[in-house]
Each structure stands twice: as structure tokens, then as C-alpha cells.
T-cell receptor, first 111, second 109 residues
Framework: DAGVTQSPTHLIKTRGQQVTLRCSPK?????VSWYQQALGQGPQFIFQ???????QRGNFPDRFSGHQFPNYSSELNVNALLLGDSALYLC??????????FGPGTRLTVL | RKEVEQDPGPFNVPEGATVAFNCTYS??????FFWYRQDCRKEPKLLMS?????NEDGRFTAQLNRASQYISLLIRDSKLSDSATYLC??????????WGAGTKLIIKP
């Protein structure tokens, strides 16, 4: 049984570019949450998807958008990248509001 | 004030010692709490959920004190492999997982 998977594992972009990160939830999970973790900080909640809709959103600008597909996988899109967007982006899946399990993350570096 | 606060450490502890971390939270509406372990440049991994009655899993014990709004994690007989960052998290009334910044633990031989 595969756990949560994310792709790519590492990514380097330049300011102003756009990026798409992908997440496949753990088998049987229907809810995907995205987090941004800067170095030395705890994860910060970006948003959560359930039934292909954004259910909750944290304090992130509209440059951060997402999508959930019928198979429960999800994408995180970030437009107009800033240097401060450099971070580890974590996807977590759960069955509804139950315990969240994290993928290995995508490390994004913006130059 | 941050919603969830932890002492960042690092805690330098000799192998075999007992170490305890606390984590305070400001939102009394928070419903559920968790301790996660995060190794360097890896994702957080669930260590244990935290119940009001306290719960124990081997060398690890977690407690929730709702009156004082803190959760604790106790590690007994610490091992070198326990070295990591320990993150506490709580689910608020909007079902968002709110995190502390983590406490770094270093176990020394």
C-alpha cells in the first residue's frame, strides 16, 4: 500500500515563473491538505481539498491555487514566484478530518 | 502571540536520559492534538495522538492539559535515534492543523 507520494522531489525556478506540484494521497484517503514549511519553522497551512473543492484556506495570497481530481490526487500551483516562496511544500492526506499523513515533500528553490 | 508555541531548543540530552517537551496553545477551541517527529530535510511523521486521559506508546508518553492549554511529550530511556525535531500540532474549529515551530532534540552518546 503506497503512502502519500509527491512530485517532483526538488525544483529550481526563477522569480516570476510558475510552478505546479503534485500529490497522490494514501489509498483510501479523500482529503488533501497542502502546507508550506520554511527552514526552521513549522508547516503553514495553505489549503485543503475535499470532493474536488477547496474546503479551507490559510493565510496565503491568490498566487497559490490548487485542484483536486476525481481520483483524489491534487495539484498546487504557484504563480509569479517570489524568493520567499522557497520552502518545502508538504502534502498530507486523510480520510475526512482524521489523522493526516504526509508525503516526502517537494523542495522548491526560487532564484 | 502564536497559536501554538514550542521551545525551539536544541535540547542536548545524554543517551538513556528522560526528556520532556511542552507545547502551549492559545485557541481553547482546538479539538485534537498530535506530536509529529521530523528528521532533517524529511517530512513530519506522526508519532502519537494526544488524549486528555494521556496515552503511552513504549518509551513515549503524551499528555493534554486543557485547563492550562498545553500538551507534553515525555521520552524515557532516550536513544541516539530519537534525535530529531518534534512538532506539536492541533486541529482548530475550522479543521485546520496548526503547528508549532518544533523542538530540536539531540541525543548524545
Amino acid at each position: 500500500d503506497a503512502g502519500v507520494t509527491q512530485s517532483p522531489t526538488h525544483l529550481i525556478k526563477t522569480r516570476g515563473q510558475q510552478v505546479t506540484l503534485r500529490c497522490s494521497p494514501k489509498s483510501g484517503h479523500d482529503t488533501v491538505s497542502w502546507y508550506q514549511q520554511a527552514l526552521g519553522q513549522g508547516p503553514q497551512f495553505i489549503f485543503q481539498y475535499y470532493e474536488e473543492e477547496e474546503r479551507q484556506r490559510g493565510n496565503f495570497p491568490d498566487r497559490f491555487s490548487g485542484h483536486q481530481f476525481p481520483n483524489y490526487s491534487s495539484e498546487l500551483n504557484v504563480n509569479a514566484l517570489l524568493l520567499g516562496d522557497s520552502a518545502l511544500y508538504l502534502c498530507a492526506s486523510s480520510l475526512g478530518d482524521n489523522t493526516q499523513y504526509f508525503g516526502p515533500g517537494t523542495r522548491l528553490t526560487v532564484l | 502571540r502564536k497559536e501554538v508555541e514550542q521551545d525551539p531548543g536544541p535540547f542536548n540530552v545524554p543517551e538513556g536520559a528522560t526528556v520532556a517537551f511542552n507545547c502551549t496553545y492559545s485557541n481553547s477551541a482546538s479539538q485534537s492534538f498530535f506530536w509529529y517527529r521530523q528528521d532533517c530535510r524529511k517530512e513530519p511523521k506522526l508519532l502519537m495522538s494526544v488524549y486528555s486521559s494521556g496515552n503511552e506508546d513504549g518509551r513515549f508518553t503524551a499528555q493534554l492539559n486543557r485547563a492550562s492549554q498545553y500538551i507534553s511529550l515525555l521520552i524515557r530511556d532516550s536513544k541516539l535515534s530519537d534525535s530529531a525535531t518534534y512538532l506539536c500540532a492541533g486541529i482548530d474549529s475550522n479543521y485546520q492543523l496548526i503547528w508549532g515551530a518544533g523542538t530540536k532534540l539531540i541525543i548524545k552518546p
